[in-house]
């Protein structure tokens, strides 16, 4: 009877210690750790942007790698590697 005691114990901590790992894993996740930045761009004009690539320019002004067209707003980004191009 005393073995089967050890063997949740050890199975217990074995499970705390796989939690724990993945909690890390979550939360560096959630956090952005790949260094992706995105922001609006403060010299957008406000005009209509549909076209692809249109504020690819201003974005690179700003110091941002590229640009995206959400209708009136462009969204600059830095070290994205998940975003299409």
Do not use: A, F
């Not at 005009?47 to 504020?55: A, D, F, S, W």
Request: hydrophobic letters at 30%; a negative charge.
């Amino acid at each position: 009877m005393t073995n089967m005691g050890k063997v949740q114990v050890g199975t217990n901590k074995t499970l705390i210690c796989l939690w724990l790992v993945m909690l890390l894993v979550l939360s560096s996740e959630e956090m952005g750790s790949d260094g992706c930045e995105g922001h609006d761009s403060q010299t957008w004009d406000g005009n209509m942007c549909v076209k692809h690539g249109t504020c690819n320019v201003v974005c690179q002004r700003e110091g941002y790698d590229r640009g995206r067209c959400y209708v009136t707003v462009c969204r600059c980004y830095k070290n994205c590697t998940d975003l299409p191009i």
